[in-house]
């Protein structure tokens, strides 16, 4: 069975509890799609703490969940936590949406995401807009060791932009995302944050060692990486053999850096082109 749920009203943060909680007999649900955008839904304005009755919560047959938060909410860290502990019994699920941007779930809300999407060991495709939610360092090492349980996912999008990321970020993204082995599609959306070239280079590092990785959409604009950073990063990228699509988008100034880096990535191409001609031979 498949549920839609849209509202774009005045919908009280004490009314979207509700809504969840009516949902929660229906136990023959696989597709469980909720649109709560443009409404009010504020965490200070929740009377009490929003929790789920475990009891009665009956959702292990889902298999795709999609909840839209973005746009005129701001959920925090409470509705962060109940949405955490709503994908705890959700250990079917294959593909989740979670567009939280724009929600101040600050680090600790991150937390409260992970400890539910790791319970949530068959994932395969995962979206989450977490940006303008005043994330730093130490949410993203929580997310980044949270996606490198997600053993399973072939599809990744990560929406992170205008957060408080600094390079350590970068680091902790090259330790986890080799551990991604079936990883197919990655969409890493980090602008306006921090990271610099140091991090900028670590996370290319990491993506040279998903290697059944044939997509890769890689946003970094506004983030201080230098022209030898810049370099060094797509050099990293060379070195994914299996990499078929390579959208990389940064700001470049210099036009002689920007000609250089294009011929990179054209060598690329040239290299996998020759050595696949090579194998028909």
């Known amino acids: 069975m498949k549920f839609i749920y849209k ?38 304005n929740a009377k009490q703490e929003l929790n789920l009755d475990t ?23 409470k509705w962060a936590k109940f949405l955490g502990q709503m994908l705890t019994f959700c250990s079917n699920l294959k593909t989740l949406t979670l567009d939280l941007h724009n929600n101040l779930i600050l680090d600790q809300g991150i937390s409260y995401l992970v400890e539910g999407f790791q319970c949530c060991s068959n994932l395969t495709t995962l979206e989450l807009f977490l940006s303008d939610n005043e994330i730093q360092d130490r949410g993203v090492q929580t997310l980044a060791i949270g996606l490198g349980s997600c053993i399973h996912l072939q599809s990744l999008n990560l929406q992170l932009n205008n957060n408080c990321i600094s390079k350590e970020g970068g680091y902790d993204f090259c330790r986890e995302l080799p551990k991604l082995i079936q990883l197919k599609m990655l969409t890493l959306s980090i602008y306006n944050n921090k990271i610099q070239a140091e991090g900028a280079i670590q996370i290319a590092n990491g993506i ?27 050099q990293n990228l060379s070195q994914n053999q299996n990499l078929k699509i390579l959208h990389l988008q940064m700001d470049f100034i210099n036009l002689n850096l920007n000609n250089y880096l294009i011929d990179i990535t054209q060598s690329m191409i040239k290299l996998r082109l020759d050595q696949h001609k090579g194998l028909k031979k």
């Open 208 to 234: 040279k060692h998903c290697q059944n990785l044939i997509s890769l959409n890689l946003i970094l604009d506004i983030n201080y990486i230098d022209s030898q950073g810049a370099i060094q990063m797509v």
């Open 55 to 77: 009891n009665q919560f009956k959702f292990k047959n889902l298999q795709s969940l999609k909840i839209y938060f973005r746009y005129k909410n701001q959920i925090g860290q």
């Open 7 to 44: 509202s774009q009203s005045n919908l009280s943060s004490q009314e979207a509890h509700s809504l969840f909680m009516g949902l929660q007999d229906c136990e023959n649900l696989l597709d469980l799609t909720i649109y709560l955008e443009q409404n009010k839904i504020f965490a200070d």
